[in-house]
């Protein structure tokens, strides 16, 4: 028994022997139109915030420059309230920041996906904390590309009926003379108005096609983590056991999220300066609650699929020392009645303590307290913001009516 090893690298690859292990390389953008942009399957591989920019900003083009040229065309108020217009156009900070900031992240978000997800892949199995045998690689690939291709055409499909639908809302809410919307005018929809729609169905047609494919991912992890072997590293650097790239994937779902966030602050701040939109008080209820409860499940859906793996993983590591430990024990009973411990016995002993300390320290979520603090961040930013304008409000009032 003294002579097995019980080093720390003994240890950890002893509980999952290497086998004819293969790269999981996968192709999620089979009928993507959004990915297409990118010309070809290497481009979406390695695709950079440099490569996607341009299209980024096409996209600003397409939307709030072509609206800004709408709007004049059209003879609707830019600055100052006319007629039935209440809020003029540029007065209209939610679409602003819906068409130069949140369309362009989320098209960002939604190009650079595939390259997000091949470059954790290929860290995490580089450093072989997840291992997967040829066989089921083989099988993984084929079948993940094959769903993939299905859930992109469904998506886009999903995607533009539901922009269809939130058109067609704005569209009967907006257009009442009484509400004093930009895109109408005395009851009658400007050609801005028109365009205004379209662009409304364009970002949430990519928004529904992103989400669903964020959901997608998820479940390709989980069924990764199903069908392969995780072998944390004790004292990795990433003070994840090695798997932190994959702790990113769900921080960049929440930066999305976020910037979604900002985008309702602003629409409501907008509705109560101006007093130009419906009642939206049961959609300032919706939308808190729903951002509370969709934030965590959006950082931790890519993730919730290696905990179970982390977990047991760490149990099966402390079961094996646990066992040792109990053989080592029982021998030293026997020894014991005849007073024959030795300094080798102590120090085995120690040394199993020592390993069972390093195992029990491992953590069981891919992610770093860096990652978690940068989530909270994101995560209250808009919530923050919400509180702050009133606060800043108020303050600066009191501060007028006494200076």
Not at 205 to 220: E, G, H, N
């Amino acid at each position: 028994m003294k002579e097995m090893d019980l080093t720390l690298a003994g240890t950890f690859t002893r509980s999952a022997p290497k086998t004819n292990a293969a790269t999981v390389r996968l192709d999620t953008t089979q009928y993507s139109l959004i990915h297409s942009l990118l010309n070809s399957h290497s481009a979406r591989s390695a695709a950079t915030f440099g490569v996607v920019a341009p299209i980024c900003a096409l996209s600003v083009v397409i939307t709030y420059v072509a609206l800004i040229g709408f709007a004049m065309f059209s003879g609707a108020p830019l600055t100052i309230p006319h007629g039935s217009i209440h809020l003029p156009f540029l007065h209209d900070w939610n679409v602003i920041f819906m068409f130069v900031v949140s369309l362009p992240t989320v098209v960002a978000l939604t190009l650079l996906d595939q390259t997000a997800l091949a470059n954790a892949l290929a860290r995490v199995q580089a450093d072989e904390i997840i291992s997967v045998n040829a066989a089921d690689a083989r099988d993984l690939q084929r079948h993940w590309e094959n769903l993939f291709g299905r859930v992109n055409r469904v998506a886009q499909v999903i995607g533009c009926t539901i922009g269809i639908v939130v058109a067609f809302a704005n569209y009967w809410a907006y257009s009442q003379p009484r509400v004093g919307f930009w895109i109408a005018l005395d009851g009658r929809m400007l050609p801005v108005g028109w365009y205004f729609l379209f662009c409304l169905w364009l970002f949430y047609a990519v928004v529904t096609f992103y989400i669903i494919r964020t959901i997608s991912v998820s479940l390709f992890l989980a069924s990764l983590v199903r069908q392969g072997h995780i072998r944390m590293l004790p004292f990795h650097p990433d003070h994840c056991g090695g798997l932190r790239p994959v702790g990113r994937l769900g921080l960049r779902n929440q930066y999305g999220l976020t910037v979604f966030g900002i985008n309702v602050v602003l629409f409501l701040l907008t509705a109560r300066a101006y007093q130009a939109l419906p009642p939206v008080h049961a959609l300032i209820a919706v939308t808190i609650v729903g951002y509370l409860v969709v934030g965590p499940l959006v950082f931790l859906g890519p993730l919730a699929p290696f905990r179970s793996g982390m977990v047991r993983t760490k149990g099966d590591l402390l079961g094996e020392v646990a066992a040792r430990l109990r053989l080592e024990l029982q021998r030293l009973r026997k020894e014991i009645s005849h007073g024959v411990i030795t300094r080798e016995d102590e120090e085995l002993i120690d040394r199993l303590r020592k390993i069972g300390s390093v195992i029990d320290e491992l953590p069981v979520w891919p992610f770093d307290s860096g990652t978690l603090r940068r989530f909270v961040t994101a995560y209250l930013l808009p919530l923050l913001s919400a509180v702050a304008y009133p606060i800043g409000r108020y303050i600066f009032d009191i501060v007028l009516k006494h200076g």
